[in-house]
């Protein structure tokens, strides 16, 4: 089966400035999430969809940050204005059920503010 | 909300010898305990995880002992080898405020296997 896509894989911008991210995850998989890992640190939840709602976004810094899964299926997280702090590793993961279980992650998007 | 720390930030070993990663969380609710590995660029991948209902599970070189009334768990690897050199991270289940599970993740043990 395929893996979780996201593109792109890396993204350089100047602080200020806007990017945005896709992910798609495995077919079928209904919960999808969006993590932050800083470099040297563990990944860092932003946030969580179940189908196409909203379970958890208590770490996703809403004044700069949004995120949105139409039909279900693929996600984008953008970020506006984006910060020095926001350089980082955005993961999407994917789950199947509604219960806890494996994460299924892809590759990363690197963002670098310059 | 749940936290959990992850010992020791940096573990070296010599081919062949075990190595054992701690860590430990708050939520005494949390059921579920996975283990990922992430080598260097790539994702992180599951290895092995196991749920409260059970104290030990092991898939070949690698096992996981989990300790509810100490709230923590361990990774053991034996019979290291050196492409088991990566990062390895610990995660705990947490019920959010809306009632759904969400994974927390320790800081991450960087582990090298030298020939």
């Known amino acids: 089966e395929a893996g979780v896509a996201q593109s792109p894989r890396y993204k350089i911008i100047e602080k200020r400035q806007s990017v945005a991210f896709w992910c798609n995850p495995i077919?079928?998989?209904?919960?999808l999430y969006w993590y932050q890992q800083i470099l040297g640190q563990g990944p860092k939840l932003l946030i969580q969809?179940?189908?196409?709602?909203?379970?958890?976004d208590s770490q996703l810094p809403k004044d700069r940050f949004s995120a949105e899964r139409l039909k279900g299926v693929d996600s984008t997280l953008k970020i506006q204005p984006a910060k020095l702090e926001d350089s980082a590793v955005y993961l999407c993961?994917?789950?199947?059920?509604?219960?806890?279980?494996?994460?299924?992650f892809g590759e990363g998007s690197r963002l670098t503010v310059l | 909300g749940e936290n959990v720390e992850q010992h020791p930030s940096t573990l070296s070993v010599q081919e062949g010898d075990s190595a054992v990663i701690k860590c430990t969380y708050s939520?005494?609710?949390?059921?579920?305990f996975p283990w990922y590995k992430q080598e260097l660029g790539k994702r992180p991948q599951l290895i092995i995880d196991?749920?409260?209902?059970?104290g030990e599970k092991k898939d070949q070189r690698i096992a996981v002992t989990l300790n509810k009334t100490a709230k923590h768990f361990s990774l053991h690897i034996t019979e290291t080898q050196p492409e088991d050199s990566a990062v390895y991270f610990c995660?705990?289940?947490?019920?959010?405020?809306?009632?759904?599970?969400?994974?927390?993740f320790g800081t991450g043990t960087r582990l090298l296997v030298s020939p």
């Open positions: 969809f179940q189908n196409n709602g909203v379970v958890d």
């Open positions: 077919s079928g998989h209904a919960t």
């Open positions: 995660a705990a289940s947490h019920r959010g405020n809306t009632g759904f599970q969400k994974l927390v």
């Open positions: 939520d005494s609710a949390s059921n579920y």
């Open positions: 993961a994917s789950s199947s059920g509604t219960s806890i279980r494996e994460l299924f």
């Open positions: 196991i749920r409260s209902n059970v």
